[in-house]
């Protein structure tokens, strides 16, 4: 985990942007669908996520700007980070050339 998840300062600003978002999964929400997430869930299934829409790793000055989080579900935030994962993984992309020859 990044350090700068266990800060105060994040802790305060995830919880203003949970209650932003009235607890709701703001990608769900875009395809018409309401799911309720729990800021402080023991399943992670429940879990309310606070996504960075631009990475902190590659625009760490928007780490703590209220338009680059939104609220996610568990389901929605593992598919923001399914590409990443399979980098961190596997040492490379997940694209392959298509010819492949």
């Not at 999964?25 to 631009?54: F, G």
Request: aromatic share 8%.
């Amino acid at each position: 985990m990044h350090a700068f998840y266990i800060r105060s300062i994040w802790k305060n600003k995830r919880k203003h942007i949970i209650e932003r978002d009235h607890c709701e999964c703001q990608e769900c929400k875009r395809n018409s669908k309401v799911t309720i997430v729990k800021p402080k869930a023991k399943e992670r299934s429940q879990r309310a996520y606070v996504h960075h829409i631009k990475h902190l790793r590659d625009y760490p000055e928007l780490a703590l700007e209220d338009s680059n989080l939104e609220t996610l579900c568990f389901s929605c935030h593992e598919l923001e980070h399914t590409d990443e994962r399979h980098k961190f993984e596997t040492g490379k992309d997940k694209f392959v050339n298509e010819e492949r020859w």
